[in-house]
């Protein structure tokens, strides 16, 4: 039997120990630390998470303990300078999983380090941000890719592939929803979510999904929102945000895409999420719901609180297999693995040269950094257009690649509008 050290490896570092990384960083890194991960591209390589790095210390403590064998063993860091002690411990790869007003920072130090990185969406917040993070990651020749997990989603990927194999022609409209319970903005992410807003947060899995799925360019960007329960009537932090983006094609044509998004459902609604979109094209309908193409369960004195009557098993579930064996599977935990294993395709193969490699991975745009520009621009845009109207300047709009520059800010009643970002999106 081959020794473990004998082994190529790549040694994982993971910034931000909470929910996300719970339900999906962690059994992820179990399963690999379990089982290795193999392909015939690069053999067989350990993935061992060596390092964390996260605010108090107290959540990877508590991991440590529970998880026992299930995972290596690994530095903890956390308070000022926890990130710069966890790049000192050398990983080859870092994952981000904080609040995305802190990406930035995190991912700028990572890339400087000369390290691979995986962040959670939104990547960034503004295309100068991107610029930076993109010149970077070329510059020392890493990875530099984004976690957009619904991309993966079953549903999502065969209405893509209906469209890019003609089946579905030209997009017309689109409507998208993501509803989460209070528990997200009132509990889970209480900690951060002063002056931000579930659009950012949530919406951008849908700002990807459109761009990406339905290829066109962005025009303009419309948004408004709601406040009063999460924070103050008057103040930054919204409970709710309603967007829209027009997109221009080839054709000429353009078409409208619309997404609702709020974290402030009831915590007793039947789902964990309630998702749905509708798409309409030329000879098409497309309607899809999280919620209505699964299953429902009642269990006493546990549904819908501890449990919910509608789960979606497809994102993130766990599971007696029928062999008798105890998994954490998902779309959600797939596309960690997906970095993975690209990485180490591109570190550990001896197909082509790396320098060929490292292009081929970084045209994905799926998940590249570089590949986020129309949506880093729909983000910007949504918070400054939110800014404005938290300072009592409503109904702005975000035209993009206008005469006045990449991102232009237009107010109703002034003829100066506010540049955002100069260049070209």
């Known amino acids: 039997m081959t020794d473990m050290i004998s082994r190529p490896s790549l040694k994982a570092g993971m910034i931000g120990i909470g ?9 992820f890194f179990e399963d690999t630390h379990a089982a290795g991960l193999f392909d015939r591209r690069f053999g067989d390589v350990e993935v061992p998470l060596t390092a964390v790095a996260s605010r108090t210390g107290r959540r990877a403590e508590a991991y440590r303990e529970a998880a026992g064998e299930k995972i290596a063993s690994f530095e903890s860091f956390h308070g000022e300078g926890a990130t710069a002690a966890l790049l000192a411990a050398a990983p080859d790869f870092v994952c981000v999983a904080t609040p995305d007003d802190r990406h930035f920072e995190i991912s700028r130090d990572i890339l400087t380090a000369g390290c691979h990185l995986l962040v959670e969406k939104p990547s960034v917040l503004s295309l100068d941000q991107l610029d930076e993070l993109t010149s970077l990651a070329r510059q020392h020749e890493v990875l530099a890719k984004i976690v957009y997990h619904k991309l993966l989603d079953p549903d999502h ?13 030209h997009v017309n409209s ?4 993501l509803l989460e319970p209070k528990q997200i903005s009132g509990d889970q992410f209480s900690e951060w979510i002063t002056g931000r807003n579930p659009g950012t947060y949530v919406a951008v899995h849908y700002i990807k999904l459109i761009d990406f799925s339905f290829p066109g360019r962005l025009k303009t960007v419309t948004a408004t929102g709601q406040r009063g329960l999460v924070g103050a009537a008057d103040g930054p932090t919204w409970d709710s945000t309603q967007l829209r983006m027009i997109y221009e094609y080839e054709s000429g044509r353009e078409a409208a895409f619309d997404i609702h998004t709020s974290w402030v459902t009831p915590d007793n609604f039947p789902g964990y999420v309630e998702q749905e979109v509708q798409f309409r094209f030329d000879n098409g309908l497309w309607n899809g719901h999280s919620r209505k193409r699964g299953v429902e369960c009642t269990v006493e004195d546990q549904t819908p609180i501890s449990i919910k009557n509608s789960m979606n098993n497809h994102y993130n579930g766990t599971f007696l297999e029928p062999w008798g064996e105890r998994s954490q599977r998902g779309y959600g935990i797939e596309t960690i693995e997906r970095f993975v294993r ?3 395709w591109l570190e550990h193969s001896e197909e082509g040269t790396r320098g060929e490699r490292l292009a081929t991975l970084a045209s994905l745009a799926y998940n590249d950094l570089a590949a986020d520009r129309q949506t880093v621009a729909t983000v910007q845009a949504l918070e400054a257009i939110l800014e404005h109207q938290a300072a009592g300047e409503p109904d702005c709009v975000v035209r993009v690649n206008d005469p006045a520059g990449g991102l232009v800010l237009y107010r109703p009643g002034s003829e100066t509008p506010e540049v955002l970002y100069a260049g070209t999106v």
């Open 19 to 27: 929910m996300i990384f719970d339900e999906t960083y962690r059994p």
């Open 157 to 169: 990927k065969k209405l893509r592939t209906l469209y890019a194999d003609g089946v579905l022609r």
């Open 174 to 177: 689109g409507y998208c929803t």
């Open 342 to 344: 690209e990485l180490a």
